[in-house]
């Protein structure tokens, strides 16, 4: 009896392993921060904000996208943000970085001028930002 006990205990083991196995872990995280500008401005109706999450580590090269969230409602400065990416994409000996553009319609009407870099190198999920206006 007590070889039996000790064969389903191991079987239940096996078991929770074998599933645990199969099912996938989500590795969600988010940024969080906020958006300024120092020139009030009332945005048209219709303007479009991309926050994005971009792998900055080669320098002269394309920014490689991890995340981007397009918000096409009531966009207004200042705000804040949560952008969501996967854990999985980050290495931690590569910098990131968050980039910020507002548009109406393809005219570009603000952009972050200044490098907002997160998550490696002992930077945290969190940024504040100020965008610059392009005349």
């Known amino acids: 009896m ?3 006990f000790f064969i389903h205990k191991v ?17 969600d ?6 958006i300024t ?4 401005e009332v945005m048209p ?13 080669i320098a002269d090269a394309a920014s490689k ?14 705000t804040t943000f949560q952008l969501h990416y996967d854990a999985k994409e980050i290495e931690q000996n590569r910098t990131y970085a968050v980039q910020v553009r507002i548009y109406d319609g393809t005219t570009l009407l603000f ?3 200044v490098s907002h870099q997160v ?17």
């Open 111 to 113: 952009i972050n001028d």
């Open 65 to 78: 996208m991890i995340a981007r969230s397009i918000l096409t409602k009531d966009v207004q400065l200042p």
């Open 11 to 27: 079987l239940l083991v096996l078991g929770v392993l074998l599933l645990s196995a199969c099912i996938e872990i989500k590795h």
């Open 119 to 135: 998550l490696t190198r002992g930077r945290d999920n969190r940024v504040n930002m100020e965008l610059k206006k392009i005349n």
């Open 29 to 34: 995280s988010y940024i969080v921060g906020s």
């Open 37 to 40: 500008s120092r020139q009030a």
């Open 45 to 57: 109706l219709g303007a479009r904000m991309e926050i994005s999450l971009v792998d900055v580590s």
């Open 2 to 4: 007590r070889d039996n």
